[in-house]
């Protein structure tokens, strides 16, 4: 497992932007992909987007598709989501997860991060 820490959280109004940034996001010889989840109060923590460790492929859940872009720099062991378009039904704490395989499964990742809180005025 590795420590995962995110930033870049924040409040924004509606239509705003922000960029999530996901540090010591380094591969293990345990890590396939690297996944974003939120969790909003009250609400089961839901899969948003992952990349693959190369970064070829993508996947994102249908509520963020087109506004949001998951990306990885390798070099810098940091992974990001750009998220455009933010409306207020995009609140929530937004974590960042390692996994052995290839999911949008929260239970298959095995490193998390504690958060980020991001925040959509409307």
């Known amino acids: 497992q590795v420590q995962l820490v995110e930033s870049g959280g924040g409040l924004v109004q509606t239509g705003g932007s922000l960029r999530l940034s996901c540090a010591n996001a380094?591969?293990?010889?345990?890590?396939?992909?690297m996944g974003w989840f939120r969790q909003a109060p009250g609400k089961e923590r839901e899969f948003v987007a992952r990349?693959?460790?190369?970064?070829?492929?993508?996947y994102y859940a249908d509520s963020v598709k087109g506004r949001f872009t998951i990306s990885r720099d390798n070099a810098k062991n940091t992974l990001y989501l750009q998220m455009n378009s933010l409306q207020p039904e995009d609140t929530a704490r937004y974590y960042c997860?390692?996994?052995?395989?290839?999911?949008?499964?929260?239970?298959?990742?095995?490193?998390w991060g504690q958060g980020t809180q991001v925040t959509v005025s409307s």
């Open positions: 380094g591969r293990t010889r345990s890590t396939y992909a």
């Open positions: 997860a390692a996994a052995p395989v290839w999911s949008d499964v929260a239970g298959r990742y095995n490193s």
């Open positions: 990349i693959s460790w190369s970064g070829g492929a993508t």
